[in-house]
């Protein structure tokens, strides 16, 4: 980790044109140009949000436009405010006793943030996928099978089969799994487990994926495996990635923004905010000069 | 060692001095423990294992000088466990339930949690003592129905207790992931975190009714005995810790025999359960290492 932070921080110190070379990880499917992703249409448009977890306020009025069929990239210091952020999304943060968020996030022009709006309903258009590979404990196909099942989307066994398997291949994870289907979800290796929690949430087909630092438990191989998938599935939906590791930041995303103490510092494609930052913080943040 | 000064010699060698007498008494206690579980085990086998017949389980107590068993004894323990079992194990899993996944920290709950551990630890003669006020005054008479309502007073704290601990060792990240994926609460509880807790439950249960199967005090004031077949639940009702209780302090040797019998029986009934409830939590132990 501290490996690949000194990598970035130098590829932006010998002043590089772009972060390409440290993109180029072998498993990583061929760039598509940020410029490209940036102008696609915006998905979540976060408007003013403050967030509060008891008297201590977590995000101080955030704005930003999160595009779809891309990956945008939350970094910053631990304790800036990016996981909040995150979870205030699919309204996770309702889960914890005390926590409060004020401000809009809309979506299709819904306000997913409304009091009147039921968090399950947005949970189910905003899948999740967490820092530790959390498959419950039931088979492969029954993880899968969760979601579909909980929100009555199939009415046959055979239509739910199919949604498994095309949820699996989705997830780059069929052919790992496809003659083990009835074993336990938590018989695989971290990274198949990874991969299998981001099938069980792409089972109900969301518009939007929410990932929490999905690497930082995974070793390398197996993060490089996560990587490419995210960038096959930016294809068709919009992801929304915490990450500590700016060289992943730059990896997979298309677009950044940068959190520190709770504010929005800067936001912009990737390549601009890794090689030029209009924002001086943003500049010691990524060249390693704090956090 | 060579390098070491006195001083640290010295305190070395206290702390390795220390060390083995900490362990020494360990050892000590635990032999204390297992020789007298030993004798126990030892004294009921050898005094009950001689009138261990097949009339123990085909004949019912009968007077002294007859061909007497246990029939009705061991037919009325296993109804009124069963049916205190029945009774109390779901009440204390929905306790538990809401202690661990609803109430939690909750005002509500720490009091519910308090009553619950002092339940716990109440006597169980005082358990006997009210059920006597609630169902055997009004309804007029000793009852196998009031024995089972007593045990399950005693087994539902058990259950609660072991029900609230297991679900707590249950992974947040379950519940995370499952509120994720959209489910409601109470999905969340039935689909993910219950069977993931399944095996340890199981455990709670069956530890419960190992502990009510020895309970005598609740059931003198509750189903009374009975010396006669009855699987009558409104009519008193025999059962094997009162038939112990009753025939261990007789002058009839015969009527001893029996007792130590019986005592052997439910013994051996309370180890099988330990044993099953072992299997299950290893059961839960393996599936979460995964």
Same mark, same amino acid.
């Given at each position: 980790?501290?490996?690949?932070?000194?990598?970035?921080?130098?590829?932006?110190?010998?002043?590089?044109?772009?972060?390409?070379?440290?993109?180029?990880?072998?498993?990583?499917? &061929?760039?598509?140009?940020?410029?490209?992703?940036?102008?696609?249409?915006? !998905?979540?448009?976060?408007?003013?949000?403050?967030?509060?977890?008891?008297? $201590?306020?977590?995000?101080?009025?955030?704005?930003?436009?999160? &595009?779809?069929?891309?990956?945008?990239?939350?970094?910053?210091?631990?304790?800036?405010? $990016?996981?909040?952020?995150?979870?205030?999304?699919?309204?996770?943060?309702?889960?914890?006793?005390?926590?409060?968020?004020?401000?809009?996030?809309?979506?299709?022009?819904?306000?997913?943030?409304?009091?009147?709006?039921? &968090?399950?309903?947005?949970?189910? !258009?905003?899948?999740?996928?967490?820092? *530790?590979?959390? &498959?419950?404990?039931?088979?492969?196909?029954?993880?899968?099978?969760?979601?579909?099942?909980? #929100?009555?989307?199939?009415?046959? *066994?055979?239509?739910?089969?199919?949604?498994?398997?095309?949820?699996? !291949? !989705?997830?780059?994870?069929?052919?790992?799994?496809?003659?083990?289907?009835?074993?336990?979800?938590?018989?695989?290796?971290?990274?198949?487990?990874?991969?299998?929690?981001?099938?069980?949430?792409?089972?109900?087909?969301?518009?939007?994926?929410?990932?929490?630092?999905?690497?930082?438990?995974?070793?390398?191989?197996?993060?490089?495996?996560?990587?490419?998938?995210?960038?096959?599935?930016?294809? #068709?939906?919009?992801?929304?990635?915490?990450? #500590?590791?700016?060289?992943?930041?730059?990896?997979?995303?298309?677009?950044?923004?940068?959190?520190?103490?709770?504010?929005?510092?800067?936001?912009?494609?990737?390549?601009?905010?890794?090689?030029?930052?209009?924002?001086?913080?943003?500049?010691?943040?990524?060249?390693?000069?704090?956090? | 060692?060579? %390098?070491?000064?006195?001083?640290?010699?010295?305190?070395?060698?206290?702390? %390795?001095?220390?060390?083995?007498?900490?362990?020494?008494?360990?050892?000590?206690?635990?032999?204390?423990? @297992?020789?007298? @579980?030993?004798?126990?085990?030892?004294?009921?086998?050898?005094?009950?294992?001689?009138?261990?017949?097949?009339?123990?389980?085909?004949?019912?107590?009968?007077?002294?000088?007859?061909?007497?068993?246990?029939?009705?004894?061991? +037919?009325?323990?296993?109804? %009124? +466990?069963? @049916?205190?079992?029945? /009774?109390?194990?779901?009440?204390?899993?929905? +306790?538990?339930?809401?202690?661990?996944?609803?109430?939690?920290?909750? =005002?509500?709950?720490?009091?519910?949690?308090?009553?619950?551990? /002092?339940?716990?630890?109440?006597?169980?003669?005082?358990?006997?003592?009210?059920?006597?006020?609630?169902?055997?005054?009004?309804?007029?008479?000793?009852?196998?129905?009031?024995?089972?309502?007593?045990?399950?007073?005693?087994?539902?704290?058990?259950?609660?207790?072991?029900?609230?601990?297991?679900?707590?060792?249950?992974?947040?990240?379950?519940?995370?992931?499952?509120?994720?994926?959209?489910?409601?609460?109470?999905?969340?509880?039935? =689909?993910?975190?219950?069977?993931?807790?399944?095996?340890?439950?199981?455990?709670?249960?069956?530890?419960?009714?190992?502990?009510?199967?020895?309970?005598?005090?609740?059931?003198?004031?509750?189903?009374?005995?009975?010396?006669?077949?009855?699987?009558?639940?409104?009519?008193?009702?025999?059962? @094997?810790?009162?038939?112990?209780?009753?025939?261990?302090?007789?002058?009839?040797?015969?009527?001893?025999?029996?007792?130590?019998?019986?005592?052997?029986? /439910?013994?051996?009934?309370?180890?099988?359960?330990?044993?099953?409830?072992?299997?299950?939590?290893?059961? +839960?132990?393996? =599936?979460?290492?995964?």
């Amino acid at each position: 980790m501290s490996l690949m932070t000194k990598e970035a921080s130098e590829t932006v110190e010998a002043g590089a044109p772009a972060p390409r070379s440290i993109r180029g990880t072998p498993t990583s499917a &061929p760039v598509v140009k940020p410029t490209a992703a940036v102008t696609a249409a915006t !998905r979540i448009k976060i408007q003013d949000i403050n967030a509060f977890y008891g008297e $201590k306020q977590a995000l101080f009025g955030v704005n930003l436009e999160i &595009p779809d069929n891309a990956v945008t990239a939350f970094i910053g210091a631990s304790g800036c405010g $990016k996981s909040t952020l995150l979870r205030c999304l699919n309204r996770m943060n309702d889960t914890i006793p005390g926590a409060r968020v004020e401000g809009r996030i809309l979506m299709d022009g819904i306000d997913v943030n409304g009091t009147e709006i039921d &968090p399950v309903q947005v949970r189910t !258009r905003i899948g999740m996928v967490f820092q *530790k590979p959390n &498959p419950f404990p039931i088979s492969i196909y029954e993880n899968i099978a969760y979601g579909p099942r909980t #929100h009555k989307l199939t009415s046959s *066994k055979a239509e739910l089969d199919e949604i498994v398997e095309r949820s699996l !291949r !989705r997830a780059a994870l069929w052919d790992e799994v496809k003659d083990r289907l009835g074993k336990p979800g938590l018989g695989l290796s971290g990274g198949q487990q990874q991969r299998l929690v981001i099938a069980r949430a792409l089972a109900v087909s969301p518009a939007v994926i929410l990932m929490d630092e999905p690497c930082s438990a995974l070793d390398p191989i197996a993060t490089a495996h996560i990587e490419a998938l995210l960038d096959e599935l930016r294809k #068709h939906t919009c992801i929304v990635m915490v990450t #500590h590791s700016m060289a992943q930041a730059a990896r997979v995303s298309q677009v950044t923004a940068f959190f520190h103490m709770g504010k929005l510092i800067e936001s912009g494609p990737t390549d601009q905010i890794f090689t030029m930052p209009k924002v001086e913080q943003t500049h010691d943040y990524i060249t390693g000069r704090f956090g | 060692m060579k %390098q070491l000064s006195p001083a640290s010699r010295a305190r070395y060698f206290r702390r %390795q001095l220390v060390d083995r007498v900490m362990s020494g008494l360990c050892m000590v206690a635990a032999g204390v423990g @297992l020789v007298l @579980l030993g004798l126990i085990l030892w004294m009921l086998f050898s005094n009950g294992i001689g009138g261990l017949k097949l009339s123990v389980f085909t004949n019912s107590m009968a007077q002294p000088g007859a061909e007497g068993g246990l029939a009705n004894a061991i +037919v009325g323990s296993l109804i %009124q +466990v069963g @049916l205190g079992a029945t /009774i109390g194990a779901p009440l204390g899993m929905m +306790v538990g339930v809401y202690l661990s996944e609803v109430g939690k920290e909750s =005002k509500f709950a720490s009091v519910v949690r308090f009553v619950n551990d /002092i339940l716990l630890s109440a006597p169980s003669v005082l358990i006997g003592l009210f059920v006597y006020q609630i169902a055997v005054a009004p309804m007029g008479g000793f009852s196998g129905f009031a024995g089972a309502l007593s045990l399950a007073l005693i087994a539902m704290p058990i259950v609660a207790r072991t029900t609230e601990d297991i679900l707590r060792l249950v992974p947040q990240a379950y519940r995370d992931g499952a509120v994720a994926l959209g489910s409601r609460e109470n999905e969340v509880v039935r =689909k993910v975190v219950l069977p993931a807790a399944f095996s340890g439950i199981l455990t709670g249960v069956l530890l419960a009714v190992a502990r009510i199967a020895g309970e005598t005090a609740p059931l003198l004031f509750t189903s009374l005995g009975n010396t006669n077949w009855s699987t009558d639940l409104t009519q008193p009702m025999a059962s @094997l810790p009162i038939a112990i209780y009753r025939y261990a302090g007789s002058p009839y040797p015969e009527w001893v025999s029996l007792a130590w019998t019986g005592a052997m029986l /439910i013994t051996v009934g309370v180890l099988v359960l330990n044993i099953l409830s072992r299997f299950s939590h290893a059961a +839960v132990a393996g =599936k979460s290492q995964g």
